[in-house]
């Protein structure tokens, strides 16, 4: 979806620059819940026959941008999906239709008050047979969502621009506007007054310009969903940049409203970068045989229109998160709305990770902003159960923030080596990208990927509701070990316990050590080796976890180990070693997990002497992550992560 503008918070920065440290933010459910609310017809979804699929459309739309009216033709190219004599399109009745033909012969047509366009084919079709129709219409647009078809001005200059996201393409031209079915390919050609320029999605094949009117023609060659095709005509002024992407230098064409030429071209450098981190992080840019592009358009946010998005102005953290739906979104859509976090959640957290390679001091205000909103209530799932609630679907705190948050989350179980192949994997993914996926797609891939079971993260944190609240008490030796006992309680009792790494950051005034625990199970004791004397204990200091009302302290009782433990070498290889100096219990057991939790290996070990080496036997064991865990008596209970 797209994201509005609700404010800029600016921070002086010295007595000479002004910076906009913040960027924005956006208040999505504000904005957009109103826009929905307002639009009961908002509810209808597609009432297109299930017995074709759509492979091509060719669209010729011709208007004035001083006057809110189409005259358009739009013909589509179809193959029967089960025999039929009829097949129904999406269409206001707002729209009037001329005619329809089929092999240039008029064809009969009755356009119906579900808003849907219903054709009698001249020859009955069996399944998989291929045909087209014409259909030639005019008149004034719908008006729904955020407004579809919008005929507006800017410096006194009229405007006509398109935003059907998510059932306004019927709004303007007949369609399959579901969320089942993506075109092909598609050709737009608009005509219009030529003062004026449009654009549209794809690659510009001509512009001619006879008498009064200009046509401009674009070709699309990826499958595209319709409420993704979009044009836009006004005195723009385009300008061109470039980006390397590998072998391939893509052009970046920008159409821009001419009192806002010098800010676009100053500030387009900032979705290239984008573009170049995307392409190399994710997966190749979805459509590198054509362009990416920006127009200008009135309304306050952004719309990720297909290879073209549509901008009201250059703000980074729009201009990224827009780009980032080119792959989540657009390239892989959601597959129903009770998923709409598979576009929103991934955008944004594509927008973070931006701003984290970009602009670190936005980074975190931006984390920390997500954060505060997350957990202002304790409830609330990210994964949809009610579709009829608009609001619900695009709740900027569970959508976008909670969706981006769990990403972020699941990054930091995983390692980025591992994350970032998984999502890699599910944008190659041949049964979702250019088509539609569900959660349990990307699930599914994430678990292929990894080898790691994810039924708990899901569990927790896309289908639960609510978020952690850690309590941290410890203690050090004399050995500078410390001794860390994590309690949790939780915020929503669909989980009663989130299993998950913390970090925890030990500090005095001037050192500091981070070392990450992992809670299996609440109050787990465990031990670290500070290497110093800390007073203070931070909790998740660089904000991967959605937690609140964390807190720390330094209560444990003293501990009584004498011993100095050391875990070595880890990356293990064949045979890992447990040193320990003056053990203070006789006994130690060793026990090794799989990831997974299973137990792989144990064995309990006799510690009279004063240095005892203990021997773990790592030869058989596959590659992959692992747990040791060591107790002897009441004293030393450690836990400690062991990759091979
Ligand atoms: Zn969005």
Redesign the pocket.
């Known amino acids: 979806?797209?994201?509005i503008l609700l404010f800029f918070l600016f921070i002086t920065v010295g007595s000479t620059a002004q910076l906009p440290l913040c960027k924005q933010f956006t208040d999505?459910p504000a904005m957009e819940q109103r826009a929905f609310l307002n639009q009961s017809n908002m509810r209808n979804v597609s009432q297109a026959s299930p017995n074709y699929k759509v492979n091509f459309y060719r669209c010729t739309w011709k208007c004035d941008p001083a006057v809110r009216y189409i005259d358009g033709k739009v013909v589509a190219y179809f193959t029967a999906t089960a025999p039929t004599s009829s097949i129904v399109f999406d269409l206001t009745t707002r729209l009037t239709v001329d005619s329809v033909t089929s092999h240039n012969q008029k064809i009969g047509f009755t356009q119906q008050a579900n808003q849907t366009l219903v054709l009698q084919l001249p020859v009955a079709l069996n399944a998989l047979q291929k045909d087209s129709v014409a259909m030639y219409y005019h008149g004034v647009p719908d008006n729904t969502g955020f407004g579809s078809f919008i005929q507006s001005a800017h410096n006194n200059v009229p405007v006509i621009w398109t935003l059907s996201e998510p059932y306004g393409s019927k709004d303007w031209w007949p369609c399959r506007s579901g969320m089942d079915d993506k075109a092909d390919s598609l050709d737009v050609t608009i005509l219009y007054p030529s003062q004026y320029k449009g654009t549209s999605n794809g690659l510009l094949q001509s512009e001619t310009t006879v008498g009064n009117t200009t046509t401009s023609f674009f070709k699309h060659r990826y499958p595209i969903a319709s409420y993704l095709v979009a044009f836009s005509v006004t005195n723009f002024a385009v300008f061109n940049n470039t980006v390397q992407l590998g072998n391939t230098v893509l052009p970046m064409v920008t159409y821009v409203y001419p009192e806002d030429l010098a800010t676009f071209q100053a500030d387009t450098h900032l979705v290239l970068d984008a573009m170049q981190l995307f392409h190399n992080t994710f997966a190749p840019y979805p459509f590198i045989k054509e362009k990416y592009g920006h127009t200008q358009f009135g309304w306050g946010g952004?719309m990720?229109h297909q290879t073209n998005t549509f901008i009201t102005h250059t703000d980074a953290n729009l201009m990224a998160?827009?780009l980032?739906?080119q792959w989540f979104?657009d390239k892989i859509t959601c597959g129903s709305w009770q998923d709409i976090w598979l576009?929103?959640g991934f955008?944004?957290f594509a927008a973070d990770y931006y701003f984290e390679k970009f602009d670190t001091a936005s980074s975190r205000i931006t984390l920390a902003i997500h954060l505060n909103n997350i957990v202002s209530q304790p409830d609330g799932k990210v994964w949809i159960e009610d579709t009829s609630n608009v609001g619900r679907i695009f709740d900027g705190r569970l959508s976008?923030d909670k969706g981006a948050y769990t990403l972020r989350m699941l990054r930091f179980t995983l390692g980025d080596s591992l994350f970032f192949k998984g999502l890699r994997q599910y944008q190659n993914d041949s049964a979702l990208q250019y088509r539609f996926a569900r959660t349990a797609d990307f699930k599914r891939n994430m678990e292929t990927a990894t080898g790691r079971n994810l039924d708990y993260f899901f569990q927790q944190w896309i289908y639960g509701e609510g978020y952690p609240s850690f309590t941290v008490n410890w203690s050090q030796n004399n050995n500078n070990w410390a001794r860390i006992k994590v309690s949790e309680t939780t915020s929503h009792p669909s989980v009663p316990f989130f299993r998950t790494p913390l970090a925890l950051t030990f500090k005095n005034a001037t050192q500091q050590k981070t070392v990450v625990v992992q809670c299996n199970t609440n109050n787990d004791e465990s031990w670290a080796d500070i290497g110093f004397v800390a007073d203070t204990v931070w909790v998740d200091k660089d904000l991967q976890l959605i937690s609140k009302n964390n807190k720390t302290a330094k209560s444990l009782a003293a501990s009584t180990v004498q011993n100095e433990i050391k875990i070595y070498p880890n990356p293990v290889s064949s045979q890992l070693y447990v040193s320990l100096k003056n053990p203070s219990e006789k006994q130690m057991l060793l026990q090794l997990f799989a990831s997974n939790g299973q137990l792989v290996w144990k064995r309990m070990f006799d510690t009279p002497g004063q240095d005892e080496l203990l021997q773990v036997p790592f030869t058989l064991n596959p590659r992959g992550t692992y747990l040791l865990k060591a107790d002897a008596g009441n004293s030393i209970h450690l836990i400690k992560k062991i990759v091979k």
């Open positions: 979806m797209k994201c999505i952004g990720e998160h827009e980032g739906h979104g576009n929103e955008a944004t976008y």
